[in-house]
């Protein structure tokens, strides 16, 4: 292999594929990049078994071949490396590296050894924008259940139907579902659960671009391809096993109703939460007091060794069934502020469902996303 | 205690009390910060039985009173609440806090408990320019030795003279030291070795700020005084221990000659040794050669299981003994990075004394700054 690469090229994939390399002990050779010529393209490829990542670099290919190289090396070398072109050859799997006036030599391992990442093939494809579908996973993706008692709530449900996909991930404490519909309706009605760190690599690897990416689907595995800027030949391509199981029916853990509605400033019920939780005892509790006579809202918590704190938020009542009942509910101050961290509008409509029913925080005038939470019980 | 007082005063305060609160298990009081009402003052404070801090607090006192708080609850409520008034009343124990829509109670300790905070008096001082001393300080603060087995070794050792001071650290495989020139001499000549603690606190809390601080000596401690803008009296008080012994006699391990000078860039100089770091072995070793001939040095590093780098740069040769020998030393490459780090200036100097001789560097043209470095010995 001989290739002439600039160094932002090679740079701008390494900094992409690296991210899934170099954290496996058991098989060392995924700790490497691998590296092939194709046509006039280096290509770089990555993956931890679970997860695929190949990115394109134009470069000048002189002599085909093929070598895997530690991973964290060949970037954090690349990332130091003037902005010049940059010489790469292999030779009796040494990857020589040349630059102006600096030589490397890194040893490298087989590429016959390197295990295959699997390809998606067919037109069995939806277009996705990059911007609101990065945004959209980004206000779901802290949401997954952490632990693997139930493998199917680690992940990210996607649900494709004609006009819409929705996004939802839960851990059974608080749920949260994005809607983005499309601008031109589909025949792909599909669903699967996306691993959260698939989701993550999405937005870190996609969030800064524009444009669209094309997400093809297999019972499996899905890839989403990034085209190289205005041509056909893709520039990222990001493979994932997808998580078995059926994803539960929680449309009926979202309430249709509601005992009181309040519209509140977003910013200063987040301070307030943020306020009241370092008084809060060891299980972050806070109580959230509607009162629809007076049109405020009061939030108290009390720590017996530290002390109490508490204030009133004037809240725009909405809907109520009651007009004069006055209604307390006790919640985990985290999964409030979770909750509004998400929400980007500046008023909050807020809908409470007394002492143990699910509560429900969404962004004034906008019905594509809901953020579900259980109170704490107080039995 | 009664106290009406800007949030803005307050809370810039307890930023600066908080940071030596809060980290003591055995006398939980040393958690809490000291409140005390002064004038027409609030007076927060802090200690650690190692270094205190004092900051007063322009307030309106409607009653005098003590208390002592928890200084985290406190400080991250304070910071939360809104830019407006607070009011602040003690009642057996508990300190209110109202501020427009937020009422807390913290519950807090005797301040009879708190233990007392020493003064140093009289007029033994000495006037610093804030910008220099900070910037000096944090030049060699990174250097002293990180274990107790040399208690004196722990600090940094500052030395008055009548025109000038001089601050050094050293680990015993490198030495920094940075002269600050006085713009009026003075009659003080005295020296002591300040924690590096103390040291990191100064930074910390007075780099920012402008105008000159006030040095007051005795013999076991130092207060350290920044005065309240457009007044005499003081706004901030740090009071410090100083480290017990005598510092060595670093004079003689700064060489007073070399066998070659080179002068480098520095930014170039830093970056391939970066470069070089990542193929050097456990050991951290990077290979530094200077060919007088050729007006080169070329920067070697090598590791058996990853590979080896390589890199040239042109160094103009200022003076050598031998206008024809190759010298050839090996550093640790942290040591060489610390020490470019603290330089400033775009050209540095680079004095070698063979393989097992201390190097020196030092920003071209500024004889104020140098780190002595130690090579690592092959044999």
């Known amino acids: 292999m001989k290739v002439i690469i600039l160094k932002e090229n090679l740079n701008n994939g390494l900094i992409i594929v690296s991210r899934v390399a170099g954290k496996n ?35 000048k290919i002189e002599r085909e071949g093929s070598l895997t190289v530690p991973a964290k090396a060949l970037t ?3 990332n130091l490396l003037p902005e010049k072109k940059i010489n790469l050859e292999v030779k009796n799997q040494v990857l020589s590296i ?5 030589q490397t030599k890194i040893k490298g391992l087989d590429a016959q050894d390197y295990p295959i990442i699997p390809k998606i093939e067919g037109e069995n494809y939806i277009e996705l924008n990059i911007l609101p579908f990065c945004e959209g996973i980004s206000q779901v993706v802290d949401f997954t259940a952490p632990n693997q008692t139930r493998p199917e709530l680690s992940g990210i449900y996607l649900n494709f139907q004609r006009d819409r996909v929705q996004l ?8 949260a579902e994005k809607t983005l519909y499309f601008e031109e309706k589909t025949n792909k009605e599909q669903s699967f659960i996306l691993p959260q760190k698939t989701a993550r690599e999405l937005i870190n690897i996609f969030s800064e671009k524009r444009g669209k990416l094309k997400l093809y689907f297999s019972p499996n595995q899905v890839l989403f391809e990034y085209p190289m ?11 994932s096993r997808l998580i078995e199981g059926d994803y539960p029916d929680y449309q009926g853990i ?39 006579k007076k049109e405020e809202v009061e939030i108290l918590s009390q720590n017996p060794e530290l002390g109490e704190n508490r204030s009133v938020l004037p809240g725009k009542i909405s809907d109520s069934s009651d007009k004069t009942k ?5 919640f985990n101050y985290r999964f409030l502020v979770d909750g509004l961290s998400n929400i980007k509008s500046s008023k909050v409509v807020f809908e409470l469902n007394g002492e143990e029913g699910p509560a429900v925080l969404r962004p004034e005038g906008d019905t594509n996303y809901l953020y579900v939470v259980m109170p704490i019980k107080t039995t």
């Open 25 to 59: 002990l058991t098989l060392p050779i995924l700790n490497n990049i691998l590296l092939t010529t194709e046509k006039n393209f280096l290509g770089l490829s990555s993956t931890d078994l679970e997860l695929g990542i190949k990115y394109w670099s134009l470069g």
């Open 76 to 78: 954090s070398f690349v």
């Open 98 to 102: 040349d630059c102006e006036n600096n």
């Open 168 to 175: 939802t991930a839960t851990d059974s404490f608080r749920l």
């Open 229 to 239: 800027p205005e041509t056909p030949h893709p520039q990222i391509q990001i493979i």
């Open 254 to 292: 979202i309430p249709k109703k509601y005992e009181v509605q309040v519209v509140l400033s977003k910013n200063e019920l987040l301070n307030q939460i943020k306020t009241a939780s370092i008084f809060s005892g060891k299980g972050n509790e806070v109580r959230i007091k509607v009162n629809p």
């Open 326 to 330: 006055e209604t307390e509910t006790i």
